[in-house]
């Protein structure tokens, strides 16, 4: 078994920093760590590629201390230049294949898939697992392509690489997700715009736990 094989994909956060408000960023990533995510991803659409950087580096070095694996959205030089563990595209990024070279065969790749094509070509490209969405309607991203459970199924059962579920997800219908067999959730704003970020990150933990052993 290799290192990615054992990655946890339970509690995937994605970064928003317009959704923490008042708190600090980087106190509320270590925060929601602490309350059980498991791997984290850095989307940083707004900011300049500087201050990409510098933010990727200090969440690095977060991600490093508490051992949880570090992605970065979309900007495979980023993850390049901090060392992250992987990168995740979108359909419209950098095609998979010239990512995989790019980055050499021991990083992790994501892609966003909402149909079995896209989903089972991302894998025979060479993705490690994928980010299946949006499952109910978000906020955090722009006309992103609804998936219903149903549909989220059958690509979790056409592709033999993980599938996380994204799209709206939070404590009322995490457990309705977890049963189509993925084998985690991203969530953006159900963890970091909570005020207990912490509190926030544990419950969607329990319950995503939870409607593992019912299955």
């Known amino acids: 078994m290799n290192e990615k094989d054992k990655l946890d994909y339970r509690l995937y956060l994605v970064t928003d920093r317009s959704l923490v408000g008042s708190k600090d960023f980087y106190q509320s990533i270590e925060e929601a760590i602490l309350g059980g995510v498991t791997l984290l991803q850095l989307r940083e659409k707004t900011l300049s590629s500087r201050e990409f950087y510098n933010t990727a580096k200090k969440v690095r070095e977060i991600t490093k201390i508490h051992s949880v694996p570090f992605i970065i959205n979309d900007r495979l030089d980023i993850a390049l230049a901090v060392n992250a563990d992987g990168l995740h595209i979108g359909q419209e990024d950098l095609p998979v294949e010239t990512a995989r070279k790019l980055l050499g065969p021991n990083k992790l790749i994501g892609v966003s ?4 094509d ?3 070509s991302a894998e025979k490209g060479g993705a490690d697992y994928l980010g299946v969405g949006a499952i109910f309607p978000t906020g955090t991203k722009d006309n992103a392509k609804s998936v219903d459970i149903e549909q989220l199924r059958k690509i979790k059962q056409a ?3 993980p599938v996380v579920a994204i799209g709206g997800i939070n404590e009322k219908n995490v457990q ?14 159900a963890i970091l715009a909570k005020k207990d970020v912490k509190q926030a990150a544990n419950k969607l933990l329990g319950l995503v736990e939870e409607s593992r052993k019912i299955k």
């Open 113 to 116: 898939a909402s149909t079995i």
């Open 118 to 120: 896209e989903a089972i």
């Open 176 to 189: 309705i997700v977890m049963h189509a067999d993925v084998d985690g959730v991203s969530i953006v704003s």
């Open 159 to 161: 592709v033999s690489i």
